[in-house]
């Protein structure tokens, strides 16, 4: 029998508890609850890793837009607990947003910059910033040595990379492979407003990046040919997005690209905005790979 890690919900509490862990590496997973088997994913890794695993949960209004779903996300805190107990989580961080923005709305924000308005950000402005700005302020207040995220948010963990290198984060980050249910949907608390039609339709996105990836040996245009075919015959999805695109500087790859790339893909399914990816590996021997290289991608032009 495991222990229930300790909630804290105050600043105090969060730097009295985080004292206790002096003697050990924290790695820090943060997420908005509503906790699946991809989080469980994210704890566990990080166990791995370091002697003591903290656990954030926060609905961040800040990365949400007046039109997104901000009321209606699941909030199944109870739950996300008990799955913290399970994976032996030490110390749980909860707070409510005044305790994040004790004075409202943060006049201070970190710009994800040009990188945080293509894809994810063109249709959601500001979304990058807001994230950002709260991955920022958590990281500081946890003052974690490592922190996990997942691959299935490539453009927030890309940022997240960034942001920690640009602006100096003494912070590791680590990235961990897209957790699927058994027939290939991405995991993501959204899935829970999936009606069964939708459900099924949602397939779509995993079908058409598989497809995609299949082709990877023959190069970018038939990688995004195979993968458009696929999407495009499933009508309860209507896309936002389908490109293949280098993994640092998310412009789409030219046709003599060679090399390690994303697929990614955003949909509407009924009212829910869903968004998956593969990273691939184009060219001889390619195809789908779990998660990128570690070795610094070489920039797109020189
Ligand atoms: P969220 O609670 O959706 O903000 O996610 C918190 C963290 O879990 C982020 O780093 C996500 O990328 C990661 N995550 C969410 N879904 C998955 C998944 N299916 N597989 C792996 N990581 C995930």
Request: glycine share 8%; proline share 6%.
């Amino acid at each position: 029998m495991t222990a229930t890690p300790l909630v804290t919900r105050s600043r105090e509490e969060l730097a009295a508890a985080r004292v206790e862990l002096a003697d050990g590496d924290v790695a820090v997973v943060m997420t908005m609850g509503a906790l699946h088997e991809g989080h469980a994913r994210l704890i566990r890794t990080a166990r791995t890793r370091a002697r003591y695993v903290l656990v954030t949960i926060f609905l961040n209004p800040l990365q949400f837009g007046p039109k997104e779903d901000l009321s209606k996300y699941p909030r199944t805190f109870d739950d996300d607990v008990d799955i913290c107990t399970r994976e032996g989580v030490d110390l749980v961080f909860a707070p409510t947003p005044d305790v994040i923005y004790p004075d409202g709305d943060p006049g201070v924000r970190i710009s994800a910059g040009p990188l945080g308005d293509v894809l994810e950000g063109q249709s959601r402005p500001g979304h990058f910033d807001g994230m950002l700005t709260v991955v920022a302020k958590l990281m500081h207040l946890t003052r974690g040595d490592f922190f996990y995220y997942g691959q299935k948010d490539a453009q927030q963990l890309l940022l997240i990379r960034r942001m920690v290198r640009d602006i100096d984060f003494p912070a590791t980050v680590v990235s961990v492979p897209t957790v699927r249910e058994e027939d290939g949907l991405a995991m993501s608390s959204r899935n829970t407003y999936l009606s069964g039609s939708d459900r099924e339709a949602a397939l779509v996105l995993s079908r058409a990046l598989q497809a995609g990836a299949d082709r990877a040996e023959e190069g970018p245009s038939a990688i995004r040919r195979a993968a458009r075919e696929v999407l495009i015959t499933e009508p309860l999805a209507l896309s936002d997005y389908l490109v293949l695109v280098h993994p640092s500087s998310l412009e789409e790859v030219p046709e003599w690209y060679r090399g390690e790339a994303l697929l990614a893909v955003a949909a509407r399914v009924g009212t829910t905005r869903l968004i998956d990816n593969f990273p691939v590996l184009v060219g001889p021997g390619g195809g789908g790979l779990e998660v990128f290289s570690d070795v610094p991608h070489a920039a797109l032009h020189g």
